[in-house]
């Protein structure tokens, strides 16, 4: 794939969940090109995968000049970003001038991938992990591969908005209000026992707030609210996050003994990214650690990951003894909705 078609289908995709401002921004390079330079070079040069599949270049760029602006870098790119609304032309130039103007200091964003942090994917980490307590009655001891900064492991701090009612602590900073579909969240309410996390580029939740903000498109207010109240949670709980290899460090997890607590490894938009390799290591890891799980100390994994079906991503569960994978249901990649089909008695 070309670098114009990449940032088309990225801004398509930015059109879908509800960033019209993103969506122009990528066209238009798409559309009119990059400013001549060590950038443009750059990504005309990638190596590989430069899409949304990939190495997400275009939100990489995205991610830097709105950097820019939460930073106070270029004021004259700020003055064409939301809440102004500005025309085609008019963000078109001021981002390619702040391109070439700030161009090493976005040429070193550019080095990383971009990491979300959305805190609305904890809605389905909530109703999965209330089902889990409900079937096994013991405290959970949590494992995220992909972490980040960690705020989707601290989802027992979040409330979420049901059908059927609130869950979660009264005096939760995060409020979680997805669309609901499919069955009512049942089960018991979670006792986390030790949480820890693992990336390759762990961020810290106050040091990285601003560059882990950037990444949150700049026209969707109530999403940027919602990380930074949990940016705000996650730098006062300080959940442990290792930096390393995400199969590597599953390994070590996995291999301490936890009678009496059930162990809880999950993923969101992470294990889609990891290469074929790890992923088939990190299957067999848990596979076997599944053949020694007992209804005393329980092993399950839950996902929410892209599998090339509509809408949004899948939700599938795991729990051992037994190791079944299930399909547990579907759930916007931003939080937006969630249809929750758990498993039968």
């Known amino acids: 794939m070309s670098w114009r078609a990449a940032f088309a289908a990225q801004a398509r995709a930015c059109a879908g969940l509800g960033s019209p401002f ?17 950038v443009a070079q750059r990504i005309g040069s990638w190596p590989g995968d430069i899409s949304g599949s990939g190495a997400s270049v275009p939100l990489r760029l995205a991610g830097a000049l709105h950097g820019l602006v939460l ?4 004021a004259a790119l700020a003055a ?5 609304e500005a025309d085609e032309l008019a963000l078109r ?36 992990a209330r089902w889990l307590s ?41 409020l979680l209000a997805p669309d609901w579909r499919g069955a009512p969240a049942t089960g018991a309410e979670p006792r986390i026992a030790a949480r820890a996390g693992v990336d390759l580029a762990p961020r810290d939740p106050a040091a990285d707030r601003l560059r882990l ?6 026209d969707q207010p109530e999403r940027l609210a919602r990380i930074a109240a949990a940016l705000d949670e996650a730098a006062a709980l300080r959940p442990e996050l290792a930096q390393g290899d995400a199969v590597d460090w599953l390994q070590q997890r996995l291999a301490q003994p936890r009678p009496g607590y059930l162990h809880l490894v999950f993923h969101t938009v992470a294990w ?35 599998d090339g079906a509509r809408p949004g991503a899948a939700l599938t569960l795991t729990l051992w003894p037994g190791g079944t994978a299930q399909p547990v249901g579907r759930f916007d990649f931003h ?3 969630i249809d929750w089909r758990p498993p039968g008695p």
């Open 213 to 218: 903000l950037s990444y949150v498109w700049p």
């Open 272 to 306: 889609q990214y990891f290469p074929k390799g790890l992923q088939a290591r990190g299957e067999a890891l848990l596979a076997e650690a599944g053949t020694r799980a007992t209804p005393d100390a329980p092993l399950a994994r839950f996902g929410m990951e892209a």
């Open 22 to 38: 993103t969506a122009r921004l990528l066209q238009g390079f798409a559309d009119h090109g990059l400013p001549e330079g060590a």
């Open 80 to 84: 064409v970003y939301p809440p102004t």
């Open 134 to 174: 409900g079937q096994t009655g013991l405290p959970t001891v949590l494992s995220e591969l992909g972490a980040s900064a960690g705020l989707n492991l601290i989802f027992d701090r979040y409330a979420l908005q049901t059908p059927d009612g609130r869950l979660g602590p009264a005096d939760a900073r995060v």
């Open 93 to 128: 130039r001021a981002a390619s001038a702040a391109i070439l103007a700030q161009e090493e200091w976005v040429l070193r964003r550019l080095d990383t991938a971009p990491q979300t942090n959305e805190v609305a994917r904890s809605a389905a980490l909530i109703v999965a």
């Open 71 to 74: 930073e106070g870098r270029d």
């Open 335 to 337: 939080g937006r909705w």
